[in-house]
């Protein structure tokens, strides 16, 4: 799809920058114009981490780099971070100008690589793709650039270790928290996790040992399947998909026995950890139960979810199931590649047998927008979307829940929503905003 | 001077047109009042992520009230627009629009092969697509690196499809490469707006006077009001039909003369409105010269020094006050130019000490030619030399670096990110987002209120300082800030 796009929900493939910042001491270094990280920044707002944001070196390049090359520019910059800036991995990504123009990155990169430095280059180019898939090409770029130098030949060493790859940080509101309780139910299944992003991981000595690693875990139905297949390939690794967030119970302990499966772990520890989550899960949706069904004064019965597919598909199942609120007209604005379309919209269509979730996708959020504006459906809506989306939700009379990026009328810090306790979570959101609209 | 000229399709960067620099260290004297001459650039070695004038060029088009935006470009040089978004929903409030509509926000998501066959029937498509689905009274094109490079004919798509469509589309040139100036970026929308939307007057309306600024709180309404004047806010918050008429007005007065240089010269230039040439109203002296040239150019002199009697008999007294609590405090200032100029004319009225400036760039004259309008020779003139005056494009390493020696009592800035090094070294921080707040009589005691706000509760960046996380190198911390800026002391 290259049509026109109103109301961006991602951005360009230089927005893997955040892929960067998410890394404990990883520094990116762009080779861009001079706008290209203001623009990443205020997409994500409230996304600096490490050196994001204001932080990151640049080159600026102007005409001067553009008619000439920007070749000698990258490379002082380069030295001017590492006099400046304390880092303990270097990520070169170019923009649409040193793109266009074919500055030879590699080479410059290659200089300080040959004098032991832990620098990488990806070229994120923003015209050649999105953040959703150039993400992917800055875990590999890292991996085969950097990881690449500390594997001695053994791979597979560690039969317990799985690598994880789910949200893209950022990109995902709520990435923190998700591979938090990733990290933490993996774990409990009895397995060793490398969650590499964010404040749970060993920053770059985790990466490190992605080798060791005997496979790889994707929670994702399309963003990140290029790395898992190449692990797979480069290290023999296989890897196990799950193809969306897993929100709530039923879906996260799906998830823990597929995986289960998959590693062949003991199955009476997995069985005894799923139950103990179940129990605590439906001992609030239990009491909880009481509220969705008598409360008198109006609660939501149908929701639209704006979101990449990974979301919508998730919360449909779960929303459904656990909480009772129906799925009706469904929109991933994630650009999903043709091919992988099909696949969703089956893993959908298995969330209920006896209704049809109709499925739009389209990156254009204006037009999901405009579609959403003509729908007549009884009862009281939710809308699960972007910040663009709360003047319709407002218009519609919807509850209004903001979750996908841009979010600026939501702070979010380290709240998750995939697994038991996220599941949870989201109950306490929709219905927190919900209950706010009784003044 | 600069010759505006409407016949180009786009206007000249400010480093050529103006001479504008980014890098320059020494004192605030050196600098001032080289109107006419033009210091020297100096480069640097090592930089940090600047502003994109793409963004800037944005935000004097998103906000008019019937209007839509292409961005020309891959879907991300259009990531930050949705702040706008929000800030027109949000501030709306404060200039009387009760339902502030959605912005009508594009991208022609340029992909890899544009850029080899050339991104123009898309182009052309989307504004066809765009007119039929917003029904806006005018679209603006905004252009990008990648369009820019390229070489697509934005202008002729523009006007082709103008005439077409019989409503104003306006390409606007802002390629974040072509400046390091940011800045720019307002220049080429205002560039597109003179072109395309304002029309020549018909009748001239002897009571209205163009209020060029951002978004923020309506003030001027009432203050004009006592003197029998109407603002005529452009163009946040206007209408087509309002930025139109616009050449009808007696005088145009803008808030920040980096914002309004172009559009205010155009005005005067082309339509023969003329332009208030004192700095803008931050600092009572500042702020009389300012109502004092309005009352001539409106012929309301006498109206005017009322105006200002009873601004005195108001706010003074508290002025004062506030004078004595501040008094002996030291502040250090980072901020776009004339703004921040501004900001250093009200901490000094205020009684703090200025001991330095990070300014994002400097215009040696502005689009008028008028030296009167030199705002920080006017600063130096009325509240003394800055010595540590640095131009600095918003280069962090450099602040931090700066901060560290200074240890100032207060921090004051005006672009996001700059406090948060502020807070981290636990020097209280403050940042106003609303430009209208500190002007007049009235915005003395408004800052004054605020800043001791900020000095009495300092906990919050005391405790932050215990606990910040510095990326920066100890040998940087220790060496001379501007060692990266070009012909430094080694």
Not at chain 2, 20 to 49: D, H, M, V, W, Y
Not at chain 2, 224 to 247: C, E, H, K, M, W
Not at chain 2, 360 to 371: A, K, L, N, Q, R
């Amino acid at each position: 799809m290259t049509g026109i796009i109103e109301q961006e929900r991602y951005t360009c493939a230089i927005g893997a920058m955040q892929t960067v910042t998410a890394i404990r001491r990883a520094i990116p270094i762009l080779h861009s114009g001079p706008g290209c990280g203001t623009m990443v920044s205020g997409f994500f707002e409230r996304a600096k981490g490490y050196a994001g944001g204001n932080t990151a070196p640049c080159t600026n390049s102007g005409e001067n780099e553009v008619v000439f090359g920007g070749e000698a520019k990258l490379r002082q910059v380069i030295q001017g971070s590492y006099q400046v800036l304390e880092s303990d991995l270097q990520v070169v990504l170019t923009g649409c100008t040193a793109g266009i123009v074919g500055d030879d990155v590699g080479q410059v990169v290659k200089e300080f690589q040959e004098a032991g430095k832990p620098i990488v280059h990806v070229d994120t180019t923003g015209f050649k793709s999105n953040n959703y898939v150039s993400h992917s090409h800055v875990v590999k770029a890292i991996i085969d650039q950097y990881v690449d130098r500390f594997h001695q030949g053994q791979t597979r060493t560690r039969n317990q270790l799985v690598n994880v790859f789910a949200t893209l940080p950022y990109q995902d509101p709520f990435w923190k928290g998700n591979l938090s309780e990733l990290k933490r139910i993996l774990e409990g299944i009895g397995l060793q996790v490398n969650i590499l992003f964010g404040p749970e991981s060993g920053g770059v000595a985790e990466w490190q040992r992605i080798p060791q690693a005997f496979a790889n875990i994707l929670v994702s139905p399309w963003p990140g399947l290029e790395i898992v297949q190449h692990l797979e390939q480069k290290y023999g690794q296989p890897f196990y998909q799950f193809p969306h967030l897993p929100i709530g119970s039923n879906e996260t302990a799906r998830f823990l026995r597929g995986v289960a499966r998959f590693a062949e772990l003991e199955p009476v520890r997995v069985e005894a950890f799923i139950a103990r989550e179940e129990q605590a899960f439906y001992e609030e949706i239990d009491s909880l139960a009481t509220f969705l069904l008598e409360f008198r004064y109006g609660l939501p019965g149908y929701v639209h979810v704006i979101h990449d597919a990974s979301y919508v598909v998730g919360m449909s199942k779960f929303l459904l199931h656990e909480v009772g609120i129906v799925p009706r007209e469904q929109f991933i604005v994630d650009n999903t590649p043709e091919p992988f379309q099909a696949g969703i919209r089956a893993e959908l269509a298995t969330t209920s047998s006896k209704r049809t979730i109709p499925l739009t996708f389209d990156p254009d959020a204006g037009r999901a927008q405009e579609a959403i504006r003509g729908f007549r459906h009884p009862g009281r809506g939710l809308l699960i979307g972007s910040g663009w989306d709360k003047l319709l939700a407002q218009d519609k009379g919807f509850d209004f829940l903001s979750a996908s990026a841009p979010s600026p009328y939501r702070l979010v810090l380290t709240t998750g929503y995939l697994g038991f306790r996220g599941g949870l979570r989201l109950i306490e959101d929709i219905y927190d905003r919900v209950l706010a609209t009784y003044k | 001077m600069s010759t505006i000229n409407l016949k180009n399709p786009q206007v000249e960067v400010r480093e050529h047109r103006l001479g504008s620099i980014t890098g320059f260290e020494g004192a605030a004297s050196q600098l001032a009042g080289c109107c006419g001459g033009s210091p020297k650039e100096r480069n640097r070695s090592f930089s940090q992520c600047l502003g994109c004038s793409t963004s800037n060029a944005a935000c004097t088009v998103i906000l008019i009230q019937d209007a839509a935006v292409i961005s020309h470009g891959p879907v991300g040089c259009s990531g930050n627009l949705h702040e706008y978004a929000f800030t027109y929903r949000v501030n709306g409030v404060q200039r009387g629009l009760e339902h502030p509509t959605q912005r009508r926000i594009f991208s022609t998501n340029l992909d890899e092969s544009d850029t080899v066959y050339g991104g123009e029937r898309k182009l052309a498509e989307a504004i066809r697509e765009v007119h039929g689905r917003t029904g806006a009274k005018a679209i603006f094109i905004i252009t990008t690196c990648a369009s820019g490079i390229i070489g697509d004919d934005v202008e002729s798509l523009a006007s082709e499809a103008e005439a077409e469509l019989g409503i104003p589309v306006v390409a606007i040139f802002c390629e974040g490469f072509r400046s390091r100036i940011w800045t720019s970026g307002f220049d080429a929308g205002y560039h597109g707006i003179a072109r395309k939307l304002i029309k020549p007057a018909t009748r001239k309306q002897p009571d209205l006077v163009n209020v060029i600024n951002f978004w923020g709180t309506d003030i001027f309404t009432a203050l004009f009001g006592r003197i029998g004047l109407r603002p005529n806010y452009i163009t946040p918050y206007a209408t087509v039909a309002g930025i139109a008429q616009s050449s009808e007005a007696v005088a145009t007065v803008q808030i920040c003369a980096t914002l309004g240089s172009y559009l205010g010269a155009a005005l005067e230039q082309v339509h023969g409105v003329p332009e208030l040439k004192s700095p803008a109203p931050y600092g009572i002296q500042a702020t009389d010269r300012w109502w004092r040239e309005l009352g001539q150019l409106t012929g309301r002199s006498r109206e005017v020094e009322t105006l200002l009697q009873e601004e005195r008999a108001a706010f003074l007294p508290r002025i004062q006050e506030l004078k004595a609590l501040l008094t002996g405090r030291s502040a250090y200032v980072t901020a776009g130019a004339a703004h921040g100029h501004a900001l250093i004319a009200i901490l000094s009225e205020l009684g703090l000490r200025v001991t330095g400036a990070a300014v994002f760039h400097h215009d040696p004259v502005y689009d008028s030619g008028s030296e009167q309008s030199d705002s920080l020779q006017a600063v130096v003139r009325d509240h003394g030399d800055i010595p540590r005056y640095t131009v600095c494009n918003k280069q962090e390493f450099e602040l931090v670096n700066v901060l560290m020696r200074e240890r100032p009592d207060l921090l004051l800035a005006r672009h996001g990110g700059m406090t948060l090094w502020g807070a981290k070294l636990g020097i209280p921080s403050l940042l106003i987002g609303d430009e209208h707040f500190g002007m007049g009589y009235q915005g003395l005691v408004n800052y004054g209120e605020r800043i001791l706000e900020a000095l009495e509760n300092d906990e919050f960046v005391k405790n932050l300082a215990r606990h910040a996380v510095n990326p920066y190198t100890d040998w940087w911390l220790k060496q001379d800030p501007y060692l990266f800026l070009e012909g430094a002391r080694p």
